[in-house]
Nanobody, 122 residues
Framework: VQLQASGGGLMRPGDSLRLSCAAS?????????IGWFRRALGKEREGVSC???????YYEAAVKGRAIVYRDNAKNTVYLVLRDLRPEDTATYYC????????????????WGQGTLVTVSS
């Protein structure tokens, strides 16, 4: 399973963006729990959000109320929408996957994608 996160870029404070997590051909992301993580320069990786295999969602406190995670099975893609962007959202964002997990917890995922850089600056 190969994952690719995309959708990052240079954003202004207050902007919204949508990150995408796509999988390699033949992989049905609908069976997977997908976690979103981020790592800011010089900081530890931290969790952002998760959508589990039953479509339950979870958001870390730093983004709760500003983020929505959802999957589009027709496009075999999981999205993370992040609104009201702040400079502290600046980080490389990663998606990760594990099959048939019906909860969101921790960072124990089997597959990790390449990140996409989000920079929030005025």
């Amino acid at each position: 399973v190969q994952l690719q996160a995309s959708g990052g870029g240079l954003m202004r404070p207050g902007d919204s963006l949508r990150l995408s997590c796509a999988a390699s051909p033949g992989v049905s992301l609908g069976d997977y729990a997908i976690g979103w993580f981020r790592r800011a320069l010089g900081k530890e990786r931290e969790g952002v959000s998760c959508i589990n295999s039953g479509d339950g969602t979870y958001y870390e406190a730093a983004v709760k109320g500003r983020a929505i995670v959802y999957r589009d099975n027709a496009k075999n893609t999981v999205y993370l929408v992040l609104r009201d962007l702040r400079p502290e959202d600046t980080a490389t964002y990663y998606c990760a996957a594990v099959i048939n997990r019906y909860y969101c917890s921790g960072d124990d995922y089997d597959y990790w994608g390449q990140g996409t850089l989000v920079t929030v600056s005025s």
